[in-house]
């Protein structure tokens, strides 16, 4: 079995089995960790993905859509460097959260493409996103015309098989020294230490891929990205609070929760401030540009 991510062959060993009972290797080399890519029932259908985000209240919603003030002030700020024209693909976007705020914060060209019928319905029919604004194929977008694309947690559901092929073809819809960003877990981070196959994060085959900083470098560098920033970040409620994968109370609590829910996600926040210093930060956040 070959690593996808530093394409070594023979350097893949057992790591760890899931709850679910389906195993993870890991590279020697690169400290890439994966499933493996010979079963392809293994691999995660997302066309009809988004059962959760069907049932979601409409204030939630809601309140997901909204431009919060730091982000206003983040938006405008890129708007400065990047100009109110720019082309943005937010990839695997799911309800379009991300794709909506854009919107609200004055780029026109954002793009949302996701697999789900579901979450496209979702993304149209309760987010608000405009019908010319969402992309069901990345084939529909012409090459060499995208300014960013961005992938918020999806890198880490791309088939194993076929890694290589999706990333080299949204390489070709980038214009030269376009960027590529986005987060995804962080193999290292304390969380999965602590909690190893507990964590919520070790969910194959949702969760295909588990990256490391070394490992995604590595697969970025070889499909002709450099890097522009690579942070680790975060100290998550997830590993302690939820159970069965499913949302605690903490991430969304009720009125008699919600103030302590407040006090534990001040507490993580300043604990990750050290834990993220220290290389052990929850997520990977990533910016990398296309080579000339």
Not at 104 to 126: D, Q, V
Not at 162 to 169: A, T
Not at 220 to 235: A, E, H, Q, T, Y
Request: glycine share 6%.
């Amino acid at each position: 079995m070959r690593c996808l991510a530093c394409k070594n062959d023979g350097k893949l060993s057992f790591w760890i089995k899931a709850l679910n009972g389906i195993e993870i290797f890991r590279c020697k080399f690169c400290d890439n960790a994966q499933i493996s890519d010979k079963i392809k029932e293994l691999e995660y259908d997302y066309s009809e993905y988004g059962d959760y985000w069907e049932n979601l209240p409409k204030d939630h919603i809601k309140n997901r859509s909204k431009v919060s003030i730091p982000k206003l002030i983040f938006f405008n700020v890129l708007k400065l460097f990047l100009g109110p024209n720019s082309n943005i693909l937010d990839f695997g976007g799911g309800a379009g959260f991300f794709t909506i705020k854009c919107l609200k914060s004055g780029f026109k060209n954002t793009f949302l493409f996701e697999p789900s019928n579901k979450l496209r319905f979702i993304a149209k029919n309760k987010v608000g996103i405009p019908k010319k604004n969402i992309i069901d194929k990345v084939s529909k977008i012409p090459d060499n015309s995208l300014d960013i694309i961005i992938m918020l947690d999806v890198i880490e559901h791309l088939p194993v098989s076929d890694v290589d092929s999706i990333l080299l073809e949204l390489r070709k819809k980038l214009k030269v020294n376009g960027i590529f960003a986005g987060a995804t877990p962080n193999l290292n981070s304390l969380n999965i230490i602590l909690h190893g196959k507990n964590d919520p994060v070790i969910s194959p085959p949702s969760h295909s891929i588990y990256f490391t900083k070394k490992s995604l470098h590595f697969l970025l560098k070889r499909l002709g990205f450099k890097k522009l920033m690579i942070l680790n970040s975060g100290f998550s409620t997830n590993s302690f609070f939820r159970k069965d994968n499913v949302v605690s109370w903490v991430e969304r609590p009720n009125s008699s929760q919600y103030f302590f829910s407040l006090i534990i996600k001040i507490v993580f926040k300043i604990i990750s401030i050290p834990i993220s210093f220290f290389g052990y930060g929850y997520h990977l956040n990533y910016i990398y540009k296309l080579n000339k």
